[in-house]
């Protein structure tokens, strides 16, 4: 089975543009969350979706949002760039138990 | 304040000896991860833990969760060469994670020179 699938891989955008990653979760799991992790620190969160309801979120601004498609896909949405966003962003995805698997994840660069 | 502190940050040890790493944290959590990840890539689940007390093997990987489930650690026996990674520890509040997310450690930086 395949594993959680992040897209683009990599990607280098300007400041103040718009970004949106995508993310397909295991299948079977409804639950997607994503994390941003930027160099030399452990992942931090920002979003949680079950059935494609918002359930949780972290502490970043409103520039960031997500959603969840029928099909338990997300994509996570990032306006106005800084470069403080340039980070390796990673999608998780669970079932209703404690393990939680990563994606490979997609590494922004802001310019 | 970091909620999960994991010492030590930086580790550079020869092939063949043990190390043991530790996170630490002031909250209870109902689930605690450990993560290695590779340079450029996601972090990839070794092991969950759940109950206080709890010791779960994994080849040459041995870890503990504390009894009050407010701290872990992770133990190497005969380090390898292919054990050189980032090791993060990750605590949840809930299952999955859940509204709350995963709580990261920092990670240890771990170099196992031949």
């Known amino acids: 089975d395949a594993g959680v699938t992040q897209s683009p891989t990599h990607l280098i955008k300007t400041r103040g543009q718009q970004v949106t990653l995508r993310c397909s979760p295991i299948?079977?799991?409804?639950?997607v969350s994503w994390y941003q992790q930027v160099l030399g620190q452990g992942p931090q969160f920002i979003f949680q979706?079950?059935?494609?309801?918002?359930?949780g979120r972290g502490n970043f601004p409103d520039r960031f949002s997500a959603r969840q498609f029928p099909n338990y896909s997300s994509e996570l949405n990032v306006n106005a760039l800084l470069l403080g966003d340039s980070a390796l962003y990673l999608c998780?995805?669970?079932?209703?138990?404690?393990?939680?698997?990563f994606g490979e994840g997609s590494w922004l660069t802001v310019v | 304040t970091q909620l999960l502190e994991q010492s030590p940050q930086f580790l550079s040890i020869q092939e063949g000896e043990n190390l043991t790493v530790y996170c630490n944290s002031s909250s209870v959590f109902s689930s605690l991860q450990w993560y290695r990840q590779e340079p450029g890539e996601g972090p990839v689940l070794l092991v969950t833990?759940?109950?206080?007390?709890e010791v779960k093997k994994l080849k040459r990987l041995t870890f503990q969760f504390g009894d009050a489930r407010k701290d872990s650690s992770l133990h190497i026996t005969a380090a390898q060469t292919g054990d050189t990674g980032l090791y993060l520890c990750a605590g949840g509040y809930h299952p999955g994670g859940g509204a709350d997310g995963l709580t990261f450690g920092k990670g240890t930086h771990l170099i196992i020179q031949p």
């Open positions: 998780a995805s669970s079932t209703h138990g404690n393990t939680i698997y």
């Open positions: 833990v759940v109950t206080g007390g």
């Open positions: 979706y079950y059935e494609k309801e918002e359930r």
């Open positions: 299948s079977g799991h409804k639950s």
